[in-house]
């Protein structure tokens, strides 16, 4: 019934392709045709994996068409990548938006196989499509939004036990954690009122710099030209902290934050309180172990902490560092080298740079 492959499918490792059908990863590009259904299909398509002996390999789809396959109306090899890009970007908002309003109906998160059959994808193709687009497996993206919807319902001053209940969270210990990780306080604190943060503002070689610290230590360094914007951002980023302006109470934070802008290696070890989801505290200590003068990629950063191919996701999280200089997100780069956005200005960030490897160089 089916023709004979042309001559260019020879040149496939039908071993190889079909290790990548069944297990995924990593592979040679190609085009399946299932001779029971007379369908060719993409590697990972979500219909049912075939018998290795119903199987034909082939280069493109014009050979499989040739043979005498349809394109598989499930995968859509007819379709450009792009395409195919734009319905796997489709696929991923769908999932996530399926996650966020079963949590929203007071439900446990869809398990991994709920996902994917909504998407009309196989568990581990939608896995791996989902952590490729988002940084996170379904699962940590899940946990976010649980961790969200409970700061956020902490924050407007709702009941705990009925904001850990909304929440989706089970068991209080883990909300605690979560509330803990997010925020550097208890549920029980952030809803009383979040905690008390003093400011102050100083001039460095980097413009008006103001920095922000709690009793455990500097939660904010924001970088800008006018201090009126850099006050009503720290108010956006803390909306539930009890905010006052005391540079004599900072002072000495001040002094050493001047001389850490003028010299890397100076003013001394600062103590910090980050808050942020786990992930991103997880790219902030990354960011830390950088030394002076070095930069990574986002996507060495990833691998860094276990998470390769989330390079987008690092890249988000070093734009919400709240702690400039001290969590050295200027160290970060994009793939080609290039400086990539900086929250605080590309040229402060160059300047940053230029710094550190000047330091390093004199000691060198």
């Not at 001039?203 to 360094?221: C, K, N």
Request: charged share 25%; aromatic share 6%; with cysteine.
């Amino acid at each position: 019934m089916y023709a004979a492959a042309i001559s260019s499918t020879a040149a496939l490792d039908t071993d190889a392709c079909w290790n990548r059908l069944v297990a995924g990863g990593e592979g040679p590009d190609f085009i399946y045709g299932v001779t029971t259904t007379g369908v060719a299909c993409r590697p990972g398509c979500a219909s049912r994996r075939p018998r290795r002996e119903n199987v034909r390999f082939f280069s493109t789809l014009a050979e499989a068409e040739a043979a005498g396959f349809r394109p598989c109306k499930r995968c859509r090899p007819d379709q450009s990548l792009g395409a195919a890009a734009g319905r796997a970007a489709a696929a991923v908002e769908k999932a996530c938006a399926l996650i966020r309003d079963t949590l929203a109906a007071g439900e446990a998160a869809p398990t991994l196989g709920a996902l994917a059959e909504a998407v009309h994808l196989s568990p581990f193709h939608f896995q791996r499509l989902f952590k490729r687009l988002t940084g996170l497996s379904p699962r940590d993206y899940a946990a976010g939004c649980k961790q969200g919807r409970l700061v956020a319902a902490l924050a407007r001053g709702d009941d705990v036990a009925g904001a850990l209940y909304e929440a989706g969270f089970g068991a209080a210990s883990h909300a605690y954690r979560a509330v803990k990780e997010a925020t550097g306080t208890t549920p029980a604190r952030l809803k009383a009122g979040g905690f008390d943060l003093a400011f102050g503002i100083v001039d460095t070689l980097l413009g008006r710099t103001l920095v922000a610290a709690t009793e455990q230590g500097v939660a904010a360094l924001f970088m800008g030209d006018e201090d009126e914007p850099l006050i009503a951002d720290l108010a956006r980023r803390f909306p539930r902290a009890r905010i006052r302006r005391d540079e004599a109470a900072l002072a000495p934070v001040l002094e050493a934050v001047k001389t850490r802008a003028a010299s890397p290696s100076s003013g001394g070890e600062l103590p910090l309180d980050l808050r942020g989801t786990a992930f991103e505290i997880s790219v902030w200590q990354a960011l830390r172990a950088i030394p002076p003068g070095q930069t990574r990629t986002y996507g060495a950063l990833a691998a860094a902490i276990g998470k390769p191919g989330a390079a987008r996701a690092v890249g988000r999280a070093c734009g919400a560092n709240p702690v400039s200089i001290l969590v050295p997100c200027h160290r970060a780069l994009g793939a080609d080298g290039a400086l990539t956005g900086y929250r605080w200005g590309t040229q402060r960030k160059r300047r940053l740079l230029e710094i550190e490897r000047d330091a390093a160089a004199q000691q060198d």
